[in-house]
């Protein structure tokens, strides 16, 4: 596999939940119009949230009495995939922004593997015995320590990875209907996976889990431009925080 690019690398800011769906297609259409180079950016969760992928329905795939009972926020993603449970001091998540280009030649499930290797890696030298698991999955021998998504747009793409650090025993089936039946015909499921959070793992913090991921992935740091927040800004309050957006598969 060829290396990674030189990234430019966006440490963690914290933002609501819509906005943070925001930025990603954002940053896309960035990369997209050549105004941005490739992009490694972390998020900073300030609300717990489940984040549906770009093709799920809500009725399917939320207990919506038991988010309302936890104060979870509902949002949806650009890329596709599964729901994901991100609370804050608790779940690493990033996503890429790159070329097309640097995936040519690549399956999808070959650019999956290739674009969380350093990830991989970097668990591994915290001492996880780590693998990635056809198509999405970065997992350990006790079950799923975190999964992919993708969203490609005109020669663009975004990788979106979530990575569950801890997590209160129970509770991703509480919030999420993984194996009740669909109450919806619409809408891509779930997959019913065992998820082992990275601190039953290994004594590693979750500074230290962020540290080696970025050490890991390489680049330089960087920085949002002022046009790129504020763009976040605008479009969570017109497309991703709206109903029509959420539930536009309920």
Known sequence: MPP????????????PAHQQMALDEVLLERVVAGARAPTLRFWGWIEPTLVLGSSQSVANEVDEAAVRRRGFTITRRLSGGGTMLAEPGRTVTWSLYLPAEVVAGMSFRESYAYLDAFAVQALRKLGV???????????????????AAQARRRGALLHHTTLAYSMAPGLLRELIRIGRPSVATRGVRSAAKVVTPVDTL?????????????LEAGGHPGSLEPGEL?????????????????????
């Open 230 to 250: 504020a763009g976040a800004e605008r479009l969570a309050a017109t497309k991703y925080a709206r109903p029509e957006w959420i539930y536009r598969i309920s």
């Open 4 to 15: 990674l690019p030189d990234w430019e690398i966006l440490a963690e800011q914290d933002l």
């Open 129 to 147: 015995d780590a693998a990635y698991r056809p198509i999405n999955d970065i997992v350990s021998p006790a079950g799923k320590i975190a999964g």
């Open 202 to 214: 290994v004594p590693a913090s979750r500074e230290e889990l962020l540290a080696a991921l970025v």
